[in-house]
T-cell receptor, first 112, second 110 residues
Framework: QKEVEQNSGPLSVPEGAIASLNCTYSDRGSQSFFWYRQYSGKSPELIMFIYSNGDKEDGRFTAQLNKASQYVSLLIRDSQPSDSATYLCAVCPNFGNEKLTFGTGTRLTIIP | SQTIHQWPATLVQPVGSPLSLECTVEGTSNPNLYWYRQAAGRGLQLLFYSVGIGQISSEVPQNLSASRPQDRQFILSSKKLLLSDSGFYLC?????????FGQGTRLTVV
């Protein structure tokens, strides 16, 4: 069974610091990787995707992928209270569809 | 720009009653459409997906069904709800690998 594992948290980070969120996946053939942010009671919002090994930066967010270790991470620099949410890691086995396998999410709290 | 509409936002239904949740997408044509469910304390689980009108694939055996009567319309149904059907139901559309979610329907079966 294909699995995506995340530490459920909560992860508490001081405002202005770097938040580091981690995810591992079991399907070695996975092709695309996503990070979603979900505020309490709301639907998930796509914030980053990555397909290739290495780093991908978008503003304060950096996604990191290591296919050999089957590991994906999300770094949030200069953390803000508005970053407090649950972060969902999602994995897709191939390109061309969006049949995602999600982790259970990591709850992040930014402390002012 | 593309938008996705999903309704109702919340729903309380008795056990054994029918269900119909509707989702429509605007601003794109021939999207892949999905129904996911998020149960309390669990990750999102893919229920159904559709790559075109009348084309439905089920990912897990369950008490639910889906239909796609029009290109940008996706419907989730049940003839008789169970307590275990409670959860947060999310419709999503996707293109080029990226999935975008509607606002969700929180269903409580009592």
């Amino acid at each position: 069974q294909k699995e995506v594992e995340q530490n459920s948290g909560p992860l508490s980070v001081p405002e202005g610091a770097i938040a580091s969120l981690n995810c591992t996946y079991s399907d070695r053939g996975s092709q695309s990787f996503f990070w979603y942010r979900q505020y309490s009671g709301k639907s998930p919002e796509l914030i980053m995707f990555i397909y290739s090994n290495g780093d991908k930066e978008d503003g304060r967010f950096t996604a990191q992928l290591n296919k050999a270790s089957q590991y994906v991470s999300l770094l949030i620099r200069d953390s803000q209270p508005s970053d407090s949410a649950t972060y969902l890691c999602a994995v897709c086995p191939n390109f061309g569809n969006e049949k995602l396998t999600f982790g259970t999410g990591t709850r992040l709290t930014i402390i002012p | 720009s593309q938008t996705i509409h999903q309704w109702p936002a919340t729903l309380v239904q008795p056990v054994g009653s029918p269900l119909s949740l509707e989702c429509t997408v605007e601003g794109t044509s021939n999207p892949n459409l999905y129904w996911y469910r998020q149960a309390a304390g669990r990750g999102l689980q893919l229920l159904f997906y559709s790559v075109g009108i009348g084309q439905i694939s089920s990912e897990v055996p369950q008490n639910l069904s889906a239909s796609r009567p029009q290109d940008r319309q996706f419907i989730l149904s049940s003839k008789k709800l169970l307590l275990s059907d409670s959860g947060f139901y999310l419709c999503a559309w996707g293109k080029r690998g990226e999935a975008f979610f509607g606002q969700g329907t929180r269903l409580t079966v009592v």
